[in-house]
Every structure is written in structure tokens, then in C-alpha cells.
């Protein structure tokens, strides 16, 4: 996953460690860590992989 950096002069997101302004770009933290979503991701997976394995037997 790439970094996002953020200008604070021009306040846009950039890829970029220096801005074209070029101002240095700040690190921007990562979207906020979501332990529900993710858990409900893997029940999903479970629930195809219990499908796939009905269907295969
Ligand atoms: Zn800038």
C-alpha cells in the first residue's frame, strides 16, 4: 500500500514526498483501524468457504 502524504500549504493529498509547491509533504495516518469490518469480512469468507465445500462434496 502506498503512503499518502498531505501538503499542508496547498491542503491536497499527494503520493509525493514533496509537494509540486514544493513544501515537504506530512504523512498522513492511515484510515482509522476497523476491527468490526474486518471481522465481518472474514465471516463472509468463512461463509463462502463452507458454501464452496457443500457444494464440492
Ligand atoms: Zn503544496
Known amino acids: 500500500m502506498n503512503r499518502i502524504y498531505i501538503c499542508r500549504k496547498c ?24 476491527p468490526e469490518d474486518r471481522y ?8 463462502k468457504k463452507e458454501l464452496a465445500k457443500r457444494e464440492l462434496y
Not at 465481518?40 to 461463509?47: F, L, N, S
Open 11 to 34: 491542503d491536497e493529498y499527494t503520493m509525493e514526498l514533496k509537494c509540486g509547491c514544493g513544501r515537504t509533504s506530512e504523512d498522513v495516518r492511515p484510515p482509522k483501524y476497523s
Open 40 to 47: 465481518k469480512k472474514y465471516r463472509q469468507d468463512e461463509k
